[in-house]
Structures are given as structure tokens and as C-alpha cells.
């Protein structure tokens, strides 16, 4: 499937970390002077707030609370550790409830000492014990892959195979991925598995930014969409030829644009968007 660049905002999302240094409501005041229609909110901004009244706020901004960042961080060789992941995820579901998002995005986890193998068996186990709340409470849970670079701490669940893997073993409505270009780029899989994805109704969220070249940070050194190497349009065209029809969300972490007057790098990523 062949498309063009984005042609207006009505399926942009950001997400709060994107504009690091602002508030909550800072966020949701210059998201919707700039036309942004979709906020995915990071769990720290919440700190200390109403979140109830928090998602009340971002509503009459215009915007649509689309997920809640992150949970996740199941695996440890700590039975301990596992467990208060396991509280912590259940925090997670009242507070995107709490905040009206209806799905949270899981950074997996993973550790060092032990295999990845035990790794992703810890994450089933830690995704299917909090299950049954996120049901009740009408959130939905999307795990997200993570490129390998990060398969020592980060996460275990580093392509798209692997999470469909997952998600179809769990076998739930409320549990599916969330697909993130930085992340799976390079997979030469990856059209079959985005297919796949969404052929199973697995597909729930699809985050974009750019992948700078040369980077130099692991972490910190997102791009602007078309600053790097990602065939972004290709692949939100696999996107939506698999019926993701939902927000395109901009996640972008970056050192060298956080430096920046925050509301000029705001008017950079809506002129990039349109571009993608």
C-alpha cells in the first residue's frame, strides 16, 4: 500500500515526554494552540496531581487521552522484584482509569542475569496476573518491542514476532502492541508481522520519530520525522493496509531537541508530521 504525506492533525498524538521540560498542563495548553488533536501521558507528570481532574483538563483542551507511558518491567531473578512490578503495573491500571486513557503501554523489562528466554516467560506471567484488573477496569495493555540494543535491561521483547508471539499466546482483546518505527525499522520482517498484527486485532498503537545517523546516544538521540533513516511513510503504510486506523504518536527523545526553546521544537514536529 502506497501513501502520501500527511495531509493535517486530526491523528497527531505527542507524548509528554516529547516536550520534556513542560508541565502537564503546560503540555495541554501548547498542544492545542498547535492543532495537536492526541496527548499520550508519562506516568511522572501525573506526580502529585488529581488525575482524574488531570484528564478532565486535557479533555477540554481538545485532546484525546490516548495512552498512559509506561508500564511494564516484569522480569527479575528477584521473586521480590517481580512482585512489586506486578503492584506497580495494577497503580498503573487505576491511574489510566483514573485519567481516562484507555490502554497503557508496557516497556517490558528485562535482566542481565538470566536469559531472555526466562525473561519473556516472566513478562507472560507478569501481563497475565494483571489482566484481569486491567478488564475490570476497561484498560487495555499493549506490549511494545524494543530494538535489541536495549534487550539487556530494557525489555526482552525486541521484534514484532516476538510480541505477536506474545499477545496471541495471552489470547485477550484487552491485550495487543503498540509499534514503534525507532524500535523496529531495521526488522526485515516487518511487514509480515505488522499484517499479522493486525489480522489478529493486535495492533493498538503506532509511535513515529527518526533514527539520526549517525547517533550518539542510544537513548537521547531521536530525530524529527525525515531527520534520519526510517521509511516512515512505507511503513505507516503497512500500518494502516493492516486497519490501524488510530493516532499517530510522537515520541521523541532527544538531548539536542530538548535544549531547544520548547514551543519552537513544537512547531518543528507539527511541520515534520506533516511531511511523514
Not at 490516548?66 to 522480569?75: H, K, N
Not at 512482585?83 to 497503580?91: E, G, H, M, R, S
Not at 503498540?178 to 486485532?201: F, Q, S, T
Amino acid at each position: 500500500m502506497s501513501v502520501g504525506p500527511i495531509q493535517d492533525l486530526s491523528k497527531l498524538c505527542i507524548h509528554t515526554i516529547t516536550t520534556k521540560s513542560w508541565s502537564l498542563e503546560e503540555a495541554g495548553e501548547n498542544y492545542e494552540k498547535a492543532g495537536v488533536k492526541g496527548i499520550s501521558v508519562w506516568r511522572q507528570y501525573l506526580e502529585g496531581r488529581n488525575i482524574a481532574a488531570s484528564g478532565d483538563r486535557l479533555r477540554a483542551h481538545g485532546l484525546g487521552i490516548v495512552s498512559l507511558v509506561r508500564g511494564g518491567f516484569f522480569p527479575s531473578i528477584s521473586s521480590e522484584t517481580r512482585k512489586k512490578a506486578i503492584d506497580d503495573n495494577l497503580k498503573a491500571v487505576d491511574e489510566a482509569a483514573a485519567l481516562g486513557a484507555e490502554m497503557i503501554v508496557l516497556v517490558c523489562g528485562a535482566d542481565p542475569g538470566q536469559s531472555l528466554e526466562v525473561s519473556r516467560s516472566q513478562i507472560q506471567e507478569g501481563i497475565e496476573k494483571v489482566l484481569p484488573y486491567a478488564i475490570d477496569n476497561g484498560v487495555k495493555l499493549a506490549i511494545e518491542p524494543l530494538h535489541p540494543m536495549y534487550a539487556d535491561t530494557r525489555s526482552a521483547v525486541n521484534t514484532m514476532e516476538q510480541a505477536n508471539d506474545m499477545a496471541e499466546a495471552i489470547g485477550s482483546d484487552h491485550v495487543g502492541i503498540a509499534a514503534d518505527v525507532y524500535h523496529l525499522w531495521w526488522d526485515p520482517h516487518l511487514e509480515k508481522e505488522i499484517k499479522r498484527c493486525g489480522a489478529n486485532g493486535n495492533l493498538m498503537a503506532f509511535h513515529i520519530c527518526d533514527w539520526v545517523s549517525p547517533t550518539v546516544d542510544m537513548l537521547n538521540d531521536r530525530g524529527l520525522m525525515g531527520e534520519g533513516c526510517i521509511p516512515i511513510q512505507k511503513i505507516r503504510g503497512w500500518v494502516e493496509e493492516a486497519g490501524f486506523s488510530g493516532y499517530n504518536e510522537v515520541e521523541i527523545f532527544s538531548d539536542r531537541h530538548w535544549a531547544t526553546d520548547q514551543h519552537d521544537f513544537l512547531n518543528k514536529i507539527v511541520k515534520s508530521y506533516k511531511g511523514c
